[in-house]
């Protein structure tokens, strides 16, 4: 997509879309967890890395060069932490915090918004158990995310789907046992919108099923992509382009559904880029 036309891609606003995101990731996870989930981790960023130095990912950058342009102006630095190497990015910072989740029998995995699909493959490389089906409205970053699935190897368990805004996925009720929504709420500013996204990821997981998300955190006075004052507490009368999210936010969202937090770490609520895991049902 154009960025002319894309609140992501706002020419007069710099964005960075993940690098609030990037604190203690990997590292907290060798700190708190045993040894073999860090092992397997560190493994997959090795597989990365090794895709990330090769030929054919040379010939990939180039095609996405012709495609997109635009992206080749950002900084070096920022295109590839964000867009050419993003695969390790989430390998590094959202696969960890992820983890406590990923060891419940999780086998069938929503990437809701997965652009072009870096979450997605990241976890098939970590949970070769898994298998992801990402949804994006963008059609061009899907058809990035399954050449970028068969570059890294696991096109065989990520597919990826192109879903117009505000139509239902295709999948049927409780498909999944988790959704993963990674940087994607701040975009749909509108209530409706915002509310027809987490409406359709309820939907589509289980009857006990997580739901997963990663998003700037809207308890901050100012809108942490772009550092706007006001965005995150006065949307409408300020036109955001932009707006974070919570926890309490995707609760209310979900209603008549009632999600409860799962398993999260206080802390996590309350960074400037927060993530938080929901579950479906009331009783444990
Ligand atoms: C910053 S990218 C994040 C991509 C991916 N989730 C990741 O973490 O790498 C945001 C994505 O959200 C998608 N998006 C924005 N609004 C959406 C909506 N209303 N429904 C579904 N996807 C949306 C965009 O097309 C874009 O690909």
């Known amino acids: 997509m154009d960025p002319s036309g894309d609140a992501k891609g706002d020419p007069g606003i710099e964005y960075h879309p993940m690098d609030l995101n990037t604190a203690g990731g990997l590292e907290m996870l060798e700190l708190t967890t045993d040894c073999g989930t860090a092992a397997r981790l560190r493994h997959a960023i090795d597989a990365a890395e090794q895709v990330d130095g090769s030929a054919d990912f040379d010939r990939f950058v180039a095609r996405l060069r012709e495609r997109f342009p635009w992206r080749f102006q950002l900084h070096p630095d920022v295109l590839r932490r964000d867009y050419l190497g993003i695969v390790k990015q989430h390998l590094q910072n959202l696969i960890p915090r992820m983890q406590p989740y990923m060891d419940s029998?999780?086998?069938r995995v929503l990437d809701f918004g997965c652009g072009s699909g870096g979450s997605s493959i990241?976890?098939?490389?970590?949970?070769p158990e898994v298998r992801c089906f990402g949804t994006d409205i963008d059609a061009a970053e899907i058809e990035v995310a399954k050449e970028r699935a068969a570059l890294y190897g696991v096109a065989d368990r990520c597919e990826f789907f192109h879903?117009?805004?505000?139509?239902?996925?295709p999948f049927a009720q409780g498909s999944f046992d988790l959704s993963l929504c990674?940087?994607?709420l701040e975009y749909a500013v509108q209530k409706d919108a915002r509310m027809f996204c987490v409406q359709q990821m309820v939907r589509a997981v289980s009857k006990r099923g997580l739901l997963f998300f990663s998003v700037p955190n809207r308890i901050y006075p100012f809108e942490i992509h772009t550092g706007k004052w006001g965005w995150n507490?006065?949307?409408?009368?300020l036109g955001a382009r932009t707006v974070d999210c919570g926890f309490w936010e995707v609760q209310r969202l979900a209603r008549p559904e009632k999600l409860r937090l799962y398993r999260c770490a206080l802390l996590r609520l309350l960074t400037p880029w927060t993530s938080f895991c929901l579950r479906k049902g009331l009783a444990d």
């Open 105 to 107: 029998g999780i086998r």
């Open 122 to 127: 990241a976890l098939a490389l970590a949970y």
């Open 163 to 169: 879903v117009d805004i505000n139509q239902e996925l």
């Open 182 to 184: 990674s940087s994607v």
């Open 233 to 237: 507490y006065f949307p409408r009368w």
